[in-house]
């Protein structure tokens, strides 16, 4: 047996004909390279002992081998054990538990106290206060704008046939210019070419009565009115406003500078392309003149 020392490790050697194991000692563990290669990489700082017991290799860095290993002997050092100070043990008196018994129910009795408490204070208080002055003033307020949605078209086309009356019948006595005249009669063509124009948008969003706005648009007087501006002042329309009903009629409202009346037919056949049926208007006999 050969012992070699070194300033960081110890190493035993014991050598047979067949094979050689290496004992190598690494802070005070015992660690056994089990063949002459392998404790030649070793020696000659190739490889080295990581802290998990294994002989890695260091270029390239890789594990040659778990090595097994032992703790080195040392001299043990009897402890005696030493057991705790045992804790007094306390003498229990029926008036001390007494009072620990009165205490505890009294927690007891004021916890369910302040739960029922918490419980009324929500029900009777709290949540009544959010019903009145959240969940009710939200249900009238979606209720109002639904029935406003509803009435909203009805009240837009009322006002607007009153001002057309008014406008086509102004009071005796009042005087208006020529400008003021055409102006009025403009709004009365715009309202009624409008109607028409959004035949189709309103329909289509479900925002109006068919039957009752074709009423309005085919209306004897109303067509009379129309095409009474229209044939007194070729330039009452705008041209942006003019090509619209142009592209609506599908023709052309002047013939040699004369107008070509709008028929309440041709009105209805407007519809017809967004839809409308015209078996569902009880009006149409009337108004196809």
Known sequence: MRVTSDSTAGINEERSDDMAEHRVRKNNIIYIIPDDDLFAKWKSNEAFIDEYGRLMNRKPHRVLRELRHYVENTPMVQQKAVSPPAAPVRKSSPVMDHLKDTVRDRAMDASEDFIDYAIDKFFYEVLPNVWHEHIVPFYHRTKAALTSKELKVDTVLAQAKTSTDVAAKPKPGTKMTKEEA??????????WLGMLSSLKKLHDADEIDMDSTMAQLTDPAM?????SFLSENPNLLETDKYIVLHGLLGRDLYEEQQLVPIRAAEITAVAEKYGYDPRNDKTEDNHNG
């Open 223 to 227: 067509l009379k009115r129309v095409n």
């Open 182 to 191: 055409d102006a009025e009669k403009r709004k009365v063509l715009y309202h």
